[in-house]
């Protein structure tokens, strides 16, 4: 595998979500989330409710990785904001630390400058928290030796069916 | 790459849908889509042309249900199936934990069908796998048509390594859960190694 698997544990969850909570506050957005570079959510907070998450971090990532194909394109490594404005609502999305993208939608209660800012600061505080991760996940690996003890060691044909079961 | 949230139970699996334009790769996830638990699904999106050709991609997320204890979420992904659109299905394979490639089993389709798994062989090299050892599955569609190519002649020319095999009529349903099924439960197997 060439990406390490995305493990999230509690500790860092609650820490993320912190950041982003804080975020939404201090830039009086809407709502902001957290998506990685596949499409999946990893953290949302704000005003979620008529809002869907899944579609909105699978379509950004969609955004993010085509934009990335334009950057490369033209010689760039990548453009690190995206910014859509529309009549009410506005999108902006950043990249945090090359690996996850954070985005913050807003409307005329805040302001492009106050998100590009704030977005800034939280950018460095996530990516920290994903820089222990990395290392956690290093870590128990080690611990483990002989290799990382999968919480699907003991998956079976059973378990799978039963999803698959009307 | 596979996403396992221990803090909220969740693992998050992508899966994708690839194979030559036409070949039925939209119809698969239509059918899955339509006849899943509305409990279970989330909204499908289609990035298409006003012909409903695949332009970026479909996507299709399936929540299943639990497994040792952790929601299980499944991301169907299509990608675009024309010869054009290359850049887009590169960045669609990226993070994919599992592959579903959907051939059309039509005589004059073949050439297409060997043509899409070179590029998915070489697309996944690019991005650092390697079919030989990702999770993957074939499925020869349209098996209803007139023209369709024996099965036994169509293995031989798509086989790639002895993987789960399944004949379909994905605009009939036939084969289409049987294709997920064993895509998902090679992808979970898979996680065991890990």
Redesign the interface.
Same mark, same amino acid.
């Given at each position: 595998m060439p990406t390490y698997d995305l493990i999230m544990y509690d500790e860092e969850f609650q820490k993320i979500k912190e950041i982003l909570s804080r975020l939404r506050m201090d830039t009086n957005a809407k709502v902001a989330f957290l998506v990685d570079k596949n499409g999946q959510q990893i953290a949302a907070q704000g005003d979620l409710e008529g809002l869907d998450t899944t579609s909105l971090a699978s379509l950004t990532a969609g955004n993010v990785a085509a934009t990335d194909g334009l950057a490369k394109l033209i010689g760039e490594r990548e453009f690190s904001v995206l910014f859509h404005e529309g009549e009410r609502d506005n999108i902006h999305i950043s990249i945090v630390g090359q690996r996850v993208i954070l985005v913050v939608i807003f409307d005329e209660r805040s302001s492009l400058g106050l998100v590009r800012l704030r977005v800034k600061k939280a950018s460095q505080e996530l990516e920290k928290v994903f820089d222990d991760i990395l290392k956690k996940v290093e870590k128990e690996k080690e611990a483990m030796a002989g290799g990382f003890e999968s919480p699907f060691a003991e998956i079976t044909d059973e378990d799978i069916d039963a999803l698959f079961s009307e | 790459? +596979? *996403? @396992?949230?221990?803090?909220?139970r969740e693992?998050?699996i =992508?899966l994708v849908y690839y194979g030559p334009g036409l070949g039925g790769k939209t119809t698969n996830l239509q059918w899955i889509y339509n006849k899943t638990d509305p409990e279970a699904k %989330? $909204?499908m @999106?289609s !990035?298409a042309t006003e012909t409903d050709r695949t332009l *970026? *991609?479909d996507?299709l997320?399936l929540d !299943?249900?639990t497994? =040792? %204890? *952790?929601k +299980?979420r499944f991301?169907l992904y299509t990608v675009p199936g024309q010869v054009f659109y290359d850049?887009?299905r590169k !960045? @669609?394979l =990226? %993070?994919a934990d599992g592959v579903a490639f959907v051939s059309d089993s039509q005589e004059a389709r073949m050439e297409a069908n060997i043509e899409s798994l070179k590029n998915l062989e070489k697309n996944l090299k690019e991005?650092?796998?390697d079919l030989r050892t990702i999770p993957y599955v074939l499925q020869f569609n349209k098996r209803d048509l007139p023209s369709a190519v024996p099965v036994e002649e169509m293995y031989r020319l798509l086989n790639y390594k002895g993987e789960p095999t399944f004949e379909a009529i994905a605009t009939r349903g036939i084969g289409v859960?049987e294709t997920l099924?064993a895509i998902?439960?090679l992808v !979970?197997?898979d996680? $065991?190694k =890990?």
């Open positions: - | 790459m +596979t *996403f @396992i949230n221990y803090s909220a693992i998050n =992508k %989330g $909204k @999106i !990035l *970026f *991609f996507f997320p !299943l249900g497994v =040792k %204890g *952790f +299980t991301h850049a887009s !960045l @669609i =990226k %993070g991005q650092g796998y859960f099924k998902a439960k !979970l197997l996680l $065991k =890990k």
